[in-house]
C-alpha cells in the first residue's frame, strides 16, 4: 500500500496534492490518501475522483492550523497503523518542513525532488536531480519500509492522474497526537509579499531570455501574456538584472512549473532554466538562433526575430 499526504492552503487542496497521487500510481499497490486538518472532510472530497483505495480526513484540533509537531505526530502514528511500502508528498515549501522529521521519527529514508520513478527488476528506482540539474542520479532505497520521496513540482502532471471508476468516500479518522510531541504555537500563516506571485498554479506562462535585449521590450512580453490570460515570467539573467522581480524567475533557482502552455521568448534553453519548465504541457519556443537548445524540449519552435514574431501573435490573439 502506498500513501500518499496532500497538502491544503487557505480552504482549497494544493494542485500539488495532484502530482504525488500521479507519482504513487506508478508504483504497485493500493494508494491510499490522507489530509490532515481539522473539519478537512469536505476539502479530502475533491480527491476522491482519483484512481485510489481510500481517502482520509486525518483530524485533530492541533492539526488547526499547520505546525511541524503536529504533522509529524498525527502522520507518524498513522503511518505505524497503515504499514504501506511508500509514502509519497509533494515537494512543496511545508512537505520540505516537516517531511524529513517525519522520516526520521519513522527511522526510515527520504529521498527528495524526485522527477521520476521506475522499475529495476523487483527495486523501485527514483530519480532526483543533482549539481544544479546536471546530473540525474537514479537511486534505489535500502532496509524495510516505508521509503519516503518528495516529487518535484511539475514533474508528474496533475491531470495525468489516472482516474477513478467508481469514486470511493471520505473516511474521517481521530489523529493520535501525543502532547508531548507538540512544543510549537502556530503563528499566522506566512503571507508573500503583494508583488509575489505562485507561477506553480499558473496555466499559461509567457518567460523571457536574454533575447529581450533591453528592459524597456519587457513592455512587449507583457502585451503577449494579457493577450494570452498568462502570467509573465523570466530567466535567471533576467531577475538578476532586476528587470523583472525575483518572484518571477523559473529554474533551478528560481520557481519550478508546469502549466498548460508555456512560451519562452529569446530563451537560449540553460539546463538551469529547463529543469524549472520542462514539465509545461506545450512548450512554444521563439529564438533566432536554430541550434537554441531550448527547441529540444519545445513542442513549437520558432526560428525567428521575437520583435517580428510577437507583435504578429498579438495581433492575431486581439
Partial sequence: MILVVAEHHAGQVNRASLEAIAAAQQLDGPITVVLPGSGVA?????????????VVALEHDALTNYTPDGYVSALAAFARTL????????????????????AARLDRPIVTDCTAIKRDGQRVLVTRPMFQGKLQADIAFEGPAPHCLTVQIGAFRADAVRPAASPVGVETVNAAVSAADLHQAPEAPFREAKQAVDLTQAERIVSVGRGIKDQDHIALA???????????????????SGWLPMDRQIGSSGQTVAPKLYVALGISGAIQHLVGMKGS?????????????IFEVADFAIVGDLFEVVPAMIAALK
Fill in 281 to 293: 504541457k506545450t512548450i512554444v519556443a521563439i529564438n533566432k538562433d536554430p541550434d537554441a537548445p
Fill in 222 to 240: 507583457q502585451q503577449l501574456a494579457t493577450a494570452l490570460g498568462a502570467e509573465l515570467a523570466a530567466s535567471r539573467p533576467i531577475c538578476d
Fill in 42 to 54: 469536505a476539502l479530502a472530497s475533491s480527491l476522491t475522483q482519483a484512481d485510489v483505495s481510500a
Fill in 83 to 102: 504499514v504501506p511500502t511508500h509514502i509519497v508528498f509533494a515537494h512543496t515549501y511545508q512537505t520540505r518542513d516537516f517531511a524529513p522529521r517525519l
